[in-house]
């Protein structure tokens, strides 16, 4: 890993979406911060023919919204970084002005694929046969990377003809999160967590990662998508990792992601009876969020009539392995609930002989729980019992709270921040390796079979609540409820 190469960032895609609403606002965030080398370019690459100063233009009335720190006099000098190339990644002799420049330029590079997956082949065979030298480049993939396990393998094929996988930077955002490194620190840097981190200890863990939105003028492609894709096969599995990862011996990108495959290997395989049983597909019917009205996913712009692509999975997952046999792990995500809110919840088992009675609502279940909250705030809290205060020996519940932006309240990099930073300086430790993406594309693959081929609609919710009945039951079933239910 270097400390702060000089580099020049290729980003193509360079005027889509992600672009101008996570990529450039996070290496200005980065530049803002120093962490930017003086020496750093950008040459953002699209199809739409304009010069560099139109296309700042465009950078300035379109991205400046999204910006999570001022767009002051800083903001001028990143624009100045920036540099515009028309190129149609189809075509090799559009690549000669790019291989010049990079032949001009100063230390690493740095390709950033924000483009279809469809492109990813072209670009990268286009990027070797135009003799630029990629011996020190780094590729960073966007998802979706393919929609099963056969296709992503075949984009993974076509990347890895060109790249090395050392030099291949898989994006899934959730890793850059503040909050989920943290949860590393959390286990890892305290002995407390440790022996309690296991099966003996534990009843059960959820995961989830609610949305308020809905589908956001992008219901062609969510439509051939849909929550198990988009969300579950990357984002849950990943964070499921973290959580459920063994210590691994350092920090080293390939000892965090061999913690993270074996975890995604000991995924007990889903059957048909788990598909059936452990697993709730559902839709949104319009109804409210926050007191709005909102419109049913079937009257989105872009969605076919009738179809059958979920907006909200639940399932209750297990780990095959000692740490973790026989604990339930429930993942849960969907669009237009009724907050947005990414949280793990730890449960941990109740005393083995109560001598005090309980407060009313937490009969049965463990009184204590360990609650990190990924967003909107962060948090750890830490929930148990105490004595009420006064005569007698009445319990009530308290919570250690651990008010994360409030303890340390400098700058805190952004997802794409951390990341963009990362692959500059050749960090690969929060990018999925190959493996560990193919493993949850195969552990996914019977929900994707099953779903895909359904007869049946998946079950509809109201816009503005948490998903359809099926989700509390298959809890309840278990023996547990979710956090808003309990
Ligand atoms: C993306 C999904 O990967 O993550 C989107 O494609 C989703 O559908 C988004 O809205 C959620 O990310 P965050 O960071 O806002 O929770």
């Known amino acids: 890993m270097q400390d702060n190469p000089a580099f020049t960032f290729v980003l193509f895609g360079g005027t ?9 606002p996070g290496l200005y965030a980065a530049h803002r911060t120093d962490k930017l080398h003086a020496d750093g370019k950008i040459i ?14 465009s950078v300035r009335s379109r991205a400046t919204g999204y910006l999570k720190q001022p767009a002051d006099a800083a903001w001028d000098s990143f624009l100045q970084r920036i540099e515009y190339l028309t190129i149609d990644a189809f075509a090799l002799a559009g690549y000669a002005p790019l291989a010049q420049r990079l032949h001009e330029a100063q230390g690493i590079c740095v390709f950033y694929l924000a483009t279809a997956p469809a492109l990813f082949e072209p670009i990268c065979n286009h990027l070797a046969a135009s003799g630029i030298d990629l011996t020190q480049a780094r590729v960073v993939l966007e998802k979706p990377l393919g929609t099963d396990l056969t296709s992503s393998r075949k984009i993974n094929d076509a990347v890895a003809r060109v790249f090395a996988e050392n030099q291949i930077y ?3 955002h959730y890793l850059g999160k503040e909050s989920v490194q943290n949860l590393m620190a959390l286990r890892f840097a305290n002995s407390l967590f440790e022996p309690l981190w296991r099966r003996e200890s534990i009843a059960h863990v959820q995961l989830t990662i609610a949305e308020e939105l809905g589908v956001e003028g992008r219901g062609e492609f969510y439509d051939a998508t849909g929550a198990l894709r988009d969300m579950v096969q990357n984002h849950l599995l990943q964070l499921l990792c973290m959580v459920a990862m063994e210590p691994p011996t350092s920090l080293d990108a390939d000892a965090v992601r061999d913690e993270k495959l074996r975890v995604l290997r000991a995924l007990k395989p889903l059957t048909q009876q788990d598909v059936e049983q452990n697993a709730v597909r559902g839709q949104y019917a319009s109804g409210a969020v926050r007191g709005s009205p909102v419109a049913g996913y079937l009257d989105e712009p872009g969605i076919k009539p009738g179809s059958h692509t979920e907006t909200f999975v639940a399932l209750h997952a297990q780990i095959n392995n000692w740490r973790w046999a026989g604990v339930p792990f429930f993942l849960r995500t969907g669009k237009r609930l009724p907050q947005r809110s990414a949280e793990i919840v730890i449960t941990f088992r109740p005393v083995p002989h109560a001598i005090l009675p309980l407060p009313a609502g937490l009969a049965g279940e463990g009184a204590n729980r360990l609650v990190i909250k990924l967003q909107p705030d962060e948090s750890i809290q830490l929930h148990c019992l105490a004595k009420q205060p006064g005569d007698g020996m009445h319990l009530q519940p308290v919570v250690l709270d651990l008010a994360l932006d409030k303890v340390s309240p400098r700058h805190r990099a952004e997802a794409y921040e951390r990341l963009l930073v990362d692959a500059i300086r050749g960090n690969l430790a929060l990018f999925v390796r190959r493996d560990e993406q193919e493993a949850a594309w195969k552990w996914v693959a019977p929900l994707l079979t099953a779903w895909d081929n359904a007869s049946l609609p998946p079950k509809s919710y109201s816009a503005g609540t948490w998903g359809p009945a099926s989700s509390s039951a298959l809890l309840y079933r278990a023996g547990f409820t979710w956090p808003e239910e309990s």
């Not at 889509?16 to 450039?24: N, Q, V």
């Not at 953002?44 to 233009?57: G, I, K």
């Open 16 to 24: 889509g979406d992600l672009s101008m609403r996570k990529i450039l």
């Open 44 to 57: 953002c690459v699209a199809r739409e023919v304009m010069d560099t100063n139109a296309f700042v233009e």
């Open 170 to 172: 898989r994006i899934d």
